[in-house]
Protein backbone atom coordinates (compact mmCIF):
# COMPACT_ATOMS: atom_id res chain seq x y z
CA UNK A 1 0.00 0.00 0.00
CA UNK A 2 1.07 3.65 -0.68
CA UNK A 3 2.49 5.30 2.55
CA UNK A 4 0.92 8.40 2.97
CA UNK A 5 2.71 11.47 1.91
CA UNK A 6 3.21 14.01 5.07
CA UNK A 7 4.86 17.14 5.37
CA UNK A 8 6.11 18.49 8.96
CA UNK A 9 5.84 22.41 9.79
CA UNK A 10 8.80 23.39 12.63
CA UNK A 11 10.01 26.75 14.16
CA UNK A 12 12.29 25.24 16.18
CA UNK A 13 14.12 22.32 17.71
CA UNK A 14 12.12 19.63 16.42
CA UNK A 15 12.13 16.68 18.44
CA UNK A 16 8.95 15.97 18.32
CA UNK A 17 10.02 15.96 14.15
CA UNK A 18 13.15 13.34 14.97
CA UNK A 19 10.09 11.02 16.78
CA UNK A 20 7.92 11.25 13.68
CA UNK A 21 11.38 10.38 11.45
CA UNK A 22 12.48 7.39 13.31
CA UNK A 23 8.97 5.82 13.34
CA UNK A 24 8.63 6.62 9.61
CA UNK A 25 11.93 4.65 9.01
CA UNK A 26 10.09 1.91 11.16
CA UNK A 27 9.42 -1.17 8.45
CA UNK A 28 5.91 -1.39 7.95
CA UNK A 29 4.92 2.34 8.58
CA UNK A 30 2.36 3.63 6.70
CA UNK A 31 3.45 7.58 6.16
CA UNK A 32 6.69 8.81 4.75
CA UNK A 33 7.70 12.22 5.76
CA UNK A 34 8.50 14.13 1.92
CA UNK A 35 9.02 17.75 3.18
CA UNK A 36 10.13 19.31 6.86
CA UNK A 37 9.17 23.34 6.41
CA UNK A 38 10.68 25.71 9.06
CA UNK A 39 9.60 29.33 9.35
CA UNK A 40 13.39 30.21 10.63
CA UNK A 41 16.49 29.08 9.20
CA UNK A 42 17.80 28.70 12.82
CA UNK A 43 15.05 25.88 13.78
CA UNK A 44 17.36 23.34 14.97
CA UNK A 45 15.12 20.22 13.79
CA UNK A 46 15.97 21.60 10.44
CA UNK A 47 19.13 19.41 11.00
CA UNK A 48 17.28 15.95 12.15
CA UNK A 49 15.37 16.45 8.62
CA UNK A 50 18.66 16.72 6.20
CA UNK A 51 20.58 14.06 8.41
CA UNK A 52 17.91 11.97 7.45
CA UNK A 53 17.57 12.96 3.85
CA UNK A 54 14.38 14.70 3.98
CA UNK A 55 13.78 17.74 1.53
CA UNK A 56 13.97 21.02 3.66
CA UNK A 57 12.20 24.11 3.07
CA UNK A 58 12.65 27.55 5.00
CA UNK A 59 9.40 29.69 4.27
CA UNK A 60 10.31 32.80 6.80
CA UNK A 61 7.13 34.46 7.36
CA UNK A 62 9.31 38.32 7.70
CA UNK A 63 9.42 37.57 3.93
CA UNK A 64 5.68 38.14 3.00
CA UNK A 65 4.14 41.26 3.01
CA UNK A 66 0.54 39.15 5.76
CA UNK A 67 -0.61 36.44 6.86
CA UNK A 68 -2.35 35.52 3.63
CA UNK A 69 0.65 35.68 1.99
CA UNK A 70 2.85 33.11 3.90
CA UNK A 71 -0.14 30.90 4.37
CA UNK A 72 -0.36 30.84 0.37
CA UNK A 73 3.64 30.02 -0.36
CA UNK A 74 3.27 27.26 2.49
CA UNK A 75 0.33 25.74 0.83
CA UNK A 76 2.34 26.21 -2.84
CA UNK A 77 5.34 24.45 -1.13
CA UNK A 78 3.19 21.55 0.05
CA UNK A 79 1.18 20.85 -3.19
CA UNK A 80 4.47 21.03 -5.52
CA UNK A 81 5.55 18.12 -3.20
CA UNK A 82 2.21 15.68 -3.16
CA UNK A 83 1.61 17.05 0.10
CA UNK A 84 -1.55 14.51 1.93
CA UNK A 85 -1.19 15.54 5.60
CA UNK A 86 0.44 18.45 7.22
CA UNK A 87 2.06 17.85 10.92
CA UNK A 88 2.40 20.84 13.27
CA UNK A 89 5.40 20.32 15.64
CA UNK A 90 6.06 23.31 17.28
CA UNK A 91 5.08 25.53 14.40
CA UNK A 92 5.07 29.12 16.09
CA UNK A 93 2.97 30.65 13.47
CA UNK A 94 -1.17 31.06 13.68
CA UNK A 95 -2.20 29.96 10.41
CA UNK A 96 -4.98 31.54 8.35
CA UNK A 97 -8.62 30.08 8.50
CA UNK A 98 -7.95 30.15 4.30
CA UNK A 99 -5.45 27.36 5.52
CA UNK A 100 -6.55 25.61 7.94
CA UNK A 101 -9.94 24.95 5.72
CA UNK A 102 -7.62 24.65 2.80
CA UNK A 103 -6.41 21.58 4.56
CA UNK A 104 -9.58 20.26 6.45
CA UNK A 105 -9.11 16.65 8.08
CA UNK A 106 -5.51 17.09 6.39
CA UNK A 107 -3.88 19.15 9.56
CA UNK A 108 -2.86 18.03 12.68
CA UNK A 109 -0.97 19.15 15.45
CA UNK A 110 0.44 18.46 19.21
CA UNK A 111 -0.32 20.43 22.01
CA UNK A 112 1.30 20.25 25.35
CA UNK A 113 -1.61 19.69 27.34
CA UNK A 114 -5.20 17.84 27.68
CA UNK A 115 -6.95 19.68 25.42
CA UNK A 116 -9.61 21.60 26.13
CA UNK A 117 -7.49 22.41 28.87
CA UNK A 118 -4.40 25.14 28.69
CA UNK A 119 -4.55 25.84 25.38
CA UNK A 120 -1.97 28.73 23.99
CA UNK A 121 1.55 29.43 25.24
CA UNK A 122 3.01 28.64 29.14
CA UNK A 123 0.41 25.95 29.57
CA UNK A 124 2.68 24.05 31.82
CA UNK A 125 2.88 26.94 34.27
CA UNK A 126 -0.97 27.32 33.93
CA UNK A 127 -1.61 23.73 34.73
CA UNK A 128 0.55 24.14 37.67
CA UNK A 129 -1.05 26.94 39.05
CA UNK A 130 -4.32 25.04 38.61
CA UNK A 131 -3.06 22.25 40.84
CA UNK A 132 -4.09 19.67 38.47
CA UNK A 133 -2.73 15.75 39.05
CA UNK A 134 -2.71 14.90 35.48
CA UNK A 135 -0.78 17.09 32.76
CA UNK A 136 -0.34 15.37 29.49
CA UNK A 137 -0.21 16.30 25.32
CA UNK A 138 -3.15 16.08 23.11
CA UNK A 139 -2.42 15.57 18.92
CA UNK A 140 -5.32 17.01 17.09
CA UNK A 141 -7.14 17.92 13.96
CA UNK A 142 -6.41 21.86 13.81
CA UNK A 143 -9.37 23.94 13.06
CA UNK A 144 -9.22 27.82 13.02
CA UNK A 145 -9.82 28.63 16.95
CA UNK A 146 -6.29 27.85 18.22
CA UNK A 147 -5.45 24.62 19.67
CA UNK A 148 -8.85 23.60 19.07
CA UNK A 149 -9.98 20.75 16.85
CA UNK A 150 -11.15 16.86 17.19
CA UNK A 151 -8.93 14.73 19.87
CA UNK A 152 -7.00 12.21 17.86
CA UNK A 153 -4.85 10.82 20.72
CA UNK A 154 -3.90 12.07 23.97
CA UNK A 155 -1.78 11.09 26.76
CA UNK A 156 -1.22 11.72 30.33
CA UNK A 157 1.80 11.92 32.32
CA UNK A 158 0.93 12.60 36.59
CA UNK A 159 1.83 16.21 38.29
CA UNK A 160 4.57 15.07 40.56
CA UNK A 161 4.97 17.22 43.56
CA UNK A 162 8.38 19.39 43.24
CA UNK A 163 7.62 19.83 39.54
CA UNK A 164 8.62 23.23 37.97
CA UNK A 165 7.54 24.11 34.32
CA UNK A 166 10.49 22.61 33.18
CA UNK A 167 10.21 19.14 34.81
CA UNK A 168 6.79 18.76 33.94
CA UNK A 169 7.49 19.87 30.34
CA UNK A 170 10.26 17.23 29.99
CA UNK A 171 8.03 14.06 31.10
CA UNK A 172 4.93 15.31 28.58
CA UNK A 173 7.62 15.57 25.82
CA UNK A 174 8.70 12.31 26.50
CA UNK A 175 4.81 11.27 26.24
CA UNK A 176 4.47 13.90 23.23
CA UNK A 177 7.10 11.35 21.20
CA UNK A 178 4.83 8.62 21.73
CA UNK A 179 1.46 10.25 20.96
CA UNK A 180 2.45 11.60 17.90
CA UNK A 181 3.60 8.68 16.16
CA UNK A 182 0.64 6.79 17.00
CA UNK A 183 -1.58 9.21 15.88
CA UNK A 184 0.29 9.71 12.39
CA UNK A 185 0.46 5.87 12.09
CA UNK A 186 -3.84 5.61 13.06
CA UNK A 187 -3.98 8.32 10.22
CA UNK A 188 -1.84 6.34 7.73
CA UNK A 189 -3.62 3.11 8.68
CA UNK A 190 -6.74 4.74 7.41
CA UNK A 191 -8.18 4.22 11.26
CA UNK A 192 -9.18 7.87 11.56
CA UNK A 193 -12.30 9.20 10.43
CA UNK A 194 -13.89 12.97 11.61
CA UNK A 195 -17.68 12.97 11.89
CA UNK A 196 -19.67 15.25 14.34
CA UNK A 197 -16.75 17.33 15.36
CA UNK A 198 -15.47 14.18 16.78
CA UNK A 199 -12.37 11.92 15.47
CA UNK A 200 -12.85 8.25 16.26
CA UNK A 201 -10.74 5.52 16.06
CA UNK A 202 -11.23 1.79 14.58
CA UNK A 203 -9.62 -0.49 17.28
CA UNK A 204 -6.45 0.97 18.47
CA UNK A 205 -5.30 -0.40 21.43
CA UNK A 206 -3.54 1.33 24.37
CA UNK A 207 0.02 0.54 25.23
CA UNK A 208 0.81 -0.01 29.05
CA UNK A 209 3.41 2.22 30.45
CA UNK A 210 1.99 5.84 30.23
CA UNK A 211 -1.54 6.67 29.84
CA UNK A 212 -1.94 6.90 26.20
CA UNK A 213 -6.02 7.44 25.12
CA UNK A 214 -7.11 6.56 21.89
CA UNK A 215 -10.09 5.80 22.03
CA UNK A 216 -12.97 7.82 20.68
C1 LIG B 1 6.18 20.64 21.92
O1 LIG B 1 6.02 20.67 23.31
C2 LIG B 1 4.85 20.69 21.21
O2 LIG B 1 3.83 20.04 21.90
C3 LIG B 1 4.58 22.17 21.17
O3 LIG B 1 5.83 22.76 20.92
C4 LIG B 1 6.87 21.91 21.41
C5 LIG B 1 7.77 21.63 20.25
O4 LIG B 1 8.91 20.89 20.64
N1 LIG B 1 3.56 22.48 20.19
P1 LIG B 1 9.83 20.23 19.54
O5 LIG B 1 10.27 21.36 18.60
O6 LIG B 1 9.04 19.19 18.82
O7 LIG B 1 10.99 19.66 20.29
Known amino acids: MARLKVAVLISGRGSNLEALIAACSTPGFPAEIALVIANRE ?29 DGAL ?13 LAGFMRLLTPGFVTHWRDRLINIHPSLLPAFPGLDTHERALAAGVRFAGCTVHYVWAEMDSGPIIVQAAVPVLAGDDADTLAARVLIAEHRAYPLALRLIGEGRVTVADERARIDGAAAPAGIVLNPAD
Not at 42 to 70: C, W
Open 42 to 70: DAGGLAHAAKANIATRVVPHKSYPSREAF
Open 75 to 87: IAALEKSGIELVC
